[in-house]
């Protein structure tokens, strides 16, 4: 098993080291969370003390029965998925993460240790702040023998989600949070200690995701960790991809566009739901994980590729526009559904699916998985159009990102959803962590009868 043994002071050797910053990274990201804390929490108290009884959205039969789709029953500053624009993280939108975030040394693509500054910090990072989140995630790394021990006991056909939640989990033994509880910890420091789990947590997912993949797919070729890499590029050398620098890229690309959308998703908010029990990071994200695995959250990148891969083999050559149309219909017309397009919440295409569009169109253009996504793109939302049962026919991004994942090779779909889980983690912690620092309340929505609700209907007549 990799040993991921990195010196407490080792810095990148490919990258400049933060030296202008004094203290650690959690020191750091500690005061600027804290010096914001005061606000947030006077415009928390002045909202509930000034506006508790405003009412903010109806609930109705349909909703009570339809899983509460477009109820408002959180607020979520980390993030929002604007209609229009798509997801904002911490108000910027996908364009501009990609043009403002700090770039990889010799990349076009961002450092995740800046991004995780943001979403920790709500501030756009400057390269020296994505560094030092970079350079405590190399500090903090090392995952504990045993938990490779756990993984290694299950049998060799448990599925990569189920090693990588309970790889997670394992390490539960590592929290700060429930070390500090259990000592006396008063509620006002809770979210440093959550702060200590994130960190610690988020820095050992692509070694975790990197060992499930070496073995479960490459035979136990374990890799080990290169300190001179960014968070993005190592996962990329642990699953022996680092010399492809287009992967690397890729990797960079895929980490950010993943890392959050709002707080009512499954996992997002079952991560939330367990936390709000003061359940640390570890069980709190172990359990989102176990919410990203169903085949209606994570897995939906999968079905698209399948779906795409379908088409493909319909036909002895590549088809034409008119072929995809047929194709479609006869999909729609046997009570099917065309996976990776419409949206909850989105009535535009995805930005996150032009990023990747044009990632794919820069590097790979000719690739006839690619051909076909872009083939499908221009079919695909006249016949949704068409059909009329479908609010927004436009792609989002599980529409395209299997495609490229299986452009590289990577053709293991029941991986595809732990690489979604790396990425989600920044996420999910980032919202744990400033819950308990704004002192949210365990989350505990009251439930009636059938009969009750039907009493309720028939008073009303």
Same mark, same amino acid.
């Not at 108290?45 to 029953?73: M, P, Q, W």
């Not at 350079?135 to 090392?142: F, G, L």
């Not at 790979?364 to 996504?373: A, G, I, K």
């Given at each position: ?11 990148? +050797? ?46 109705? *039969?349909?909703?009570?029965? &339809?899983?509460?789709? &477009?109820?408002?029953? #959180? ?9 229009? +624009?798509?997801?904002?993280? =911490?108000?910027?939108?996908? !364009? ?31 390269? +020296?702040?994505?560094?030092? %989140? +970079?350079?405590?995630?190399? @500090?903090?790394?090392?995952?504990? !023998? ?10 060799? /056909? ?27 910890? *008063? ?9 200590? /789990? ?22 136990? #070729?374990?890799?080990?960790?290169? $300190? ?16 492809? $620098? ?48 169903? !085949? ?13 891969? @379908?088409? @493909? ?33 989105? @009535?535009?295409?995805?930005? =996150? ?19 076909? %996504? ?11 159009? #068409? ?53 949210? $309340? ?20």
């Amino acid at each position: 098993m990799p040993s991921n043994d990195v010196g407490k002071d080792q810095a990148f +050797e490919g990258i400049p080291t933060v030296r202008s910053i004094r203290g650690n990274c959690r020191s750091f990201l500690c005061e600027k969370i804290a010096a914001q804390l005061p606000a947030w929490r006077e415009r928390v108290s002045r909202l509930l003390k000034e506006h508790g009884n405003f009412k903010v959205s109806d609930i109705t *039969v349909d909703a009570i029965y &339809g899983g509460l789709r &477009g109820v408002i029953t #959180q607020v979520s500053d980390i993030s929002y998925v604007d209609p229009l +624009e798509g997801i904002r993280i =911490r108000g910027y939108t996908i !364009p501009d993460l990609l043009q403002k975030l700090p770039l990889a040394p010799g990349s076009n693509y961002p450092l995740a240790g800046g991004l995780y500054f943001l979403l920790m910090a709500n501030e756009l990072p400057t390269m +020296e702040e994505a560094l030092l %989140v +970079e350079q405590e995630w190399k @500090r903090r790394e090392k995952i504990p !023998p045993y938990v490779y021990d756990v993984l290694d006991a299950m049998p060799e /056909d448990t599925h990569p989600m189920t090693l990588f939640s309970i790889g997670i989990l394992a390490m539960q033994n590592e929290s700060q949070f429930m070390r500090l509880y259990d000592a006396g910890l *008063v509620k006002e420091d809770y979210w440093e200690a959550y702060l200590d /789990d994130s960190l610690n947590l988020t820095a050992k997912l692509p070694a975790l995701a990197a060992y499930i993949y070496n073995k479960k797919y490459r035979n136990g #070729q374990f890799i080990e960790s290169d $300190p001179q890499l960014d968070w993005s590029a190592n996962f990329a050398h642990m699953i022996g991809k680092g010399d492809d $620098p287009e992967f690397v890229d890729f990797s960079r690309l895929y980490f950010v566009l993943h890392c959050d959308h709002e707080g009512g998703n499954v996992s997002a908010h079952a991560a939330h739901l367990v936390a709000t029990a003061l359940s640390d990071n570890y069980y709190a994200c172990s359990a989102g994980m176990n919410g990203l695995a169903g !085949p209606l959250h994570g897995l939906a990148n999968q079905e698209c590729l399948r779906w795409l891969l @379908r088409l @493909r083999s319909a036909f002895d050559h590549f088809p034409t526009p008119q072929e995809v149309e047929s194709y479609a219909w006869g999909v729609l017309k046997a009570g099917q559904v065309i996976p990776g397009y419409g949206h909850a919440v989105l @009535r535009v295409t995805d930005p =996150r699916f032009t990023a990747l569009y044009q990632f794919a169109e820069k590097f790979f253009p000719d690739d006839e998985m690619f051909r076909l %996504v872009a083939l499908v793109n221009e079919v695909i939302p006249k016949v949704l159009a #068409q059909h009329g049962k479908v609010k927004n026919p436009k792609p989002n991004v599980d529409a395209i990102s299997g495609s490229l994942l299986y452009h590289y090779g990577i053709k293991e779909f029941d991986f595809y959803t732990v690489l979604f889980g790396v990425s989600r983690n920044l996420g999910l912690t980032t919202h744990n962590t400033w819950a308990r620092a704004l002192g949210k $309340p365990i989350e505990r929505p009251k439930s009636i009868t059938t009969r009750m609700l039907e009493d309720l209907v028939a008073k009303s007549s």
